[in-house]
């Protein structure tokens, strides 16, 4: 039994209940080309090209209200919204302004000629948030980039976890809750055709998973959930044989995972190179890199590097005040050009056209395994690759399994155990009580434990460092456990 997918105006958004046609709406995506027949590019003339990906949220919190315990859960952007005479919260309207403004600039670009071309990330806590604060020209600016005929070429969506979790500090099984939560929220707010068009994935802090065990459940559920490709940061992969970070970081590469049991999971991956700078992409950097790249050789044909970064869309002055005129500066020198803007989908198409596909592209694998397969027989099982994993710490302090990210000055593990404790008894909780006894998702007690959940588990509550963060998870956390305990 499922309900018609569409966003409800009441306090918990469209995450569960309609499974069966958000799964049949994703099913078989290599079947269904997106953007080859629509696309304007020649892909044989061209020399290179570049993507640029936004990266955009705002948490969910218990802060609509004086008492912490009983505080509405609210968006970050409207408690912003509503104390702007506070820290840097004057920034709440233009934020509001920066959440829209591509549903402007695609239209605006497309009308005068040009190709432009970006892909979108916005977390599903984020979308929510807009539509509880009731936003709903955001919502429909972007709603018409995304489904209008005439600018959808223009615009690829990325799939992401529903809340901002990351992927190697969050329960596996969890994970997997919010990357289907993104695509049913998503299907409700832009259509189930829409949904059928997610092919990417974009993980939160980009954050990879490096224990195998992980990695492989990481992989193996985008690839259940119908992604074709997920992107990574250059320093969070290394080449299986010698390690090292890949020499050919603009071509595509094929992630493969392979778990203690001797399992392997693959996706092909799109390398983000440098670190985590928002001018990269407020300035157009991967642009200027690329006309300075030509043709390379691919499995013995000639195909166009592709330069490739993400940065969130709304942080930073730069981002807030130059991106606007350097993006359409940008979007007008491009078009028609040997060194055009193209959306990683739409690459890898034009790729596949020319006789190209997965199994021709280099092998990477999460950062510091090639230690672990050194000494590891394929397998082995878990218990064998946890001694074997405890023995290169105490051989190298730079050794961890904490994962990747856009730095390597970020844990999301140590020192957090006071959120990790009760967020561990909740995701417990929740498939004891709720997912190990069937419980049908489109009940609303289903829904509300989900919720609540997912928002425990959003990165901002183990990024800041202890304090009111930490406080806003631990209580969310109490709130999901509370619900799990009383409603089964």
């Known amino acids: 039994m499922t309900f018609p997918l569409a966003e409800p105006a009441g306090e918990l958004p469209d995450i569960c209940g309609s499974e069966a046609s958000v799964e049949a709406a994703i099913a078989n995506p290599a079947a269904r080309p997106v953007f080859l027949d629509r696309s304007r590019v020649d892909f044989g003339r061209i020399r290179s090209a570049a993507a640029i990906a936004l990266h955009m949220h705002q948490p969910l919190i218990p802060a609509g209200g004086g008492d912490l315990r009983t505080a509405a859960i609210i968006s970050n952007l409207q408690h912003m919204m509503e104390n702007q005479h506070t820290g840097d919260n004057h920034n709440a309207p233009v934020f509001h302004w920066c ?15 040009r190709e432009p071309r970006v892909m979108l990330e916005y977390s599903g806590t984020l979308l929510h948030g807009l539509v509880r604060m009731g936003l709903h020209d955001v919502i429909d600016a972007l709603k018409n980039i995304t489904c209008h005929p005439d600018y959808r070429r223009c615009v690829e969506w990325l799939g992401m976890p ?36 997610l092919r990417g994935f974009s993980p939160s802090e980009m954050a990879l998973p490096n224990h195998p065990d992980v990695a492989y459940a990481f992989v193996k559920t985008l690839r259940d959930c119908g992604y074709r490709w997920v992107l990574v940061q250059e320093h969070t992969v290394e080449q299986p044989d010698r390690g090292g970070t890949p020499p050919r970081p603009h071509l595509p590469h ?22 985590s700078d928002t001018k990269l992409v407020a300035q157009m950097q991967p642009y200027y ?49 040997d060194t055009p803007l ?20 280099p092998v990477i694998q999460p950062i510091f395994q090639k230690h672990i397969w050194d000494r590891l027989p394929a397998g082995s099982g878990p218990e064998k690759l946890a001694q074997i994993i405890e023995q290169l710490k105490k051989e190298d302090g730079r050794f961890h399994m904490e994962g990747g990210s856009w730095t390597n000055n970020i844990s999301w593990v140590r020192g957090y155990g006071n959120v990790l404790g009760p967020l561990e008894e909740a995701s417990a909780g929740f498939h004891e009580k709720v997912l190990k006894h069937g419980a049908p998702t489109h009940e609303p007690r289903y829904r509300r434990a989900l919720f609540h959940l997912l928002c425990a588990e959003t990165s901002c509550y183990r990024y800041w460092g202890q304090g009111l963060w930490t406080d806003y998870g631990r209580e969310i956390c109490r709130r999901a456990q509370a619900i799990i305990d009383h409603d089964y």
Not at 254 to 275: D, F, P
Not at 304 to 322: K, R, S, W
Not at 342 to 359: D, F, K, P, Q
């Open 99 to 113: 959440y829209k403004r591509m549903g402007e600039f695609i239209p605006e670009l497309v009308h005068a000629g």
């Open 254 to 275: 094929r992630l493969v995972c392979r778990n203690s049991e001797g399992e392997a999971a693959e996706i092909i991956a799109i390398i983000k190179t440098q670190g």
């Open 342 to 361: 193209l959306n990683v989908t739409e690459y890898l198409e034009h790729l596949e056209s020319i006789g190209l596909t997965a199994r021709d592209f």
């Open 162 to 197: 529903w809340g901002h979790a990351v992927a190697p500090s969050t329960p596996v099984q969890d994970f997997r809750l919010h990357v289907r939560a993104f695509q049913h929220h998503f299907a409700a707010l832009f259509g189930l055709e829409a949904v059928g068009r």
């Open 289 to 337: 890199e690329a006309r300075g790249l030509s043709r390379l050789e691919l499995a013995g044909k000639s195909v166009p590097p592709l330069v490739t970064q993400i940065a969130d869309g709304e942080n930073g002055g730069v981002m807030m005040n130059e991106f606007p005129p350097k993006y359409k500066e940008v979007v007008h020198q491009s078009s028609h050009s």
